[in-house]
């Protein structure tokens, strides 16, 4: 049986969307749906049978998965991490995208994402530890316990959604990987391939590929910090990160990286794409925080998805993400607007 202790940050069990509604929260949440731009009006159950919400939201991934996967994605539990919000359409999470590798358009992964290819997939496991090497993903997934668990995403763009993961906590890997006692960073990579990626190829990329991002070694190891290889009861669609990704819930989205193909454990603080890129704009620690704003915009509201032009939804931006009962102790007496 699954022991939970709940937190202030998550939904009381009135909020939480009913499980009939939710298709046992594995093939669809349909309380609220509406594709990701154009939509006036939002659509609810009460006016469309479950069927055709279905129908209305879903659209298979850019690839579909190994058997195996989809086998241990589908016997993944439900855990009580959620909010008070209800998750995005299946249709908005995966066709508006961050993933520059594809090109710089949201749809743009959507796109061209069907020309990644995620089976067979390894990571490298290298730096300051005791078990380097490489393992298959279905090596590194061997023994693990998927969950789901129900994130805000938020964009530094100022736009956020949220989305139902499966996934695992990240500090089950790194304790199998026995990192050193100086390992005070670990570093991620994603894919570089320059022929299933059309933005890797381009004589006009401002990115230094391969993306990398990089986390301390206590944000890495917090409960709330997973790899996620799926999403609302799927293998994870190419253009959302597949087959692996990173989900650091009170970060920035960039943070949170795709397609990993390696970690890195160091001493030293590693660079990270966008902090080299921009480091006036990307801070390494990119903790959503409302209170220190983007130089070119506010960051005190964000554009919750689904939205349109005749209804922008716009909400409160919640430092940390809404997070911060969970993870504030790691940045004690910091100061936030210098470690941005």
Not at 42 to 64: D, F, G, I, N, Q
Request: charged share 25%; net charge neutral.
């Amino acid at each position: 049986m699954l022991i939970f202790n709940p937190r202030r940050s998550d939904p009381k069990p009135s909020e939480i969307t009913p499980k009939d509604t939710y298709l046992n929260r594995r093939s669809f949440m349909g309380a609220s749906i509406g594709t990701a731009l154009g939509v006036s009006a939002v659509v609810t159950a009460a006016t469309m049978s479950l069927p055709a919400l279905a129908l209305a939201t879903r659209k298979e991934p850019a690839l579909a998965g190994p058997d195996w996967l989809k086998q241990q994605i589908a016997s993944a539990r439900e855990t009580a991490y959620g909010t008070d919000d209800i998750p995005a359409p299946y249709s908005a999470i995966t066709n508006y995208n961050n993933f520059y590798e594809f090109g710089y358009d949201k749809d743009d992964p959507a796109r061209y994402a069907n020309k990644l290819t995620t089976d067979p997939w390894s990571v490298e496991i290298a730096g300051a530890c005791e078990n380097p090497g490489r393992l298959s993903l279905e090596d590194l997934l061997k023994g693990i316990d998927l969950e789901e668990r129900i994130y805000r995403l938020r964009c530094v763009e100022a736009w956020s959604m949220v989305i139902p993961w499966i996934g695992f906590p990240l500090a089950d890997l790194i304790k199998r990987c026995k990192p050193l006692s100086n390992a005070k960073y670990v570093q991620f990579q994603t894919l570089e391939d320059p022929k299933q990626f059309p933005e890797q190829r381009s004589r006009f990329s401002t990115i230094d590929w391969p993306y990398q991002e990089a986390l301390r070694m206590d944000e890495a190891m917090h409960p709330l910090t997973i790899l996620a290889v799926g999403l609302y009861g799927e293998v994870l669609p190419n253009q959302n990160g597949a087959p692996l990704r990173l989900v650091v819930p009170w970060k920035y989205g960039f943070k949170s990286i795709k397609s990993i193909v390696s970690l890195r454990f160091s001493e030293t603080q590693p660079t990270t794409t966008w902090s080299v890129l921009a480091p006036k704009e990307y801070g390494f620690y990119a903790n959503v925080n409302p209170d220190v704003d983007h130089p070119r915009w506010s960051q005190a509201r964000e554009r919750r998805l689904p939205s349109g032009l005749l209804s922008a939804n716009r909400v409160e931006t919640r430092m940390f993400n809404g997070y911060a009962d969970e993870v504030s102790s790691l940045y004690k007496d910091m100061d936030l607007h210098r470690f941005y």
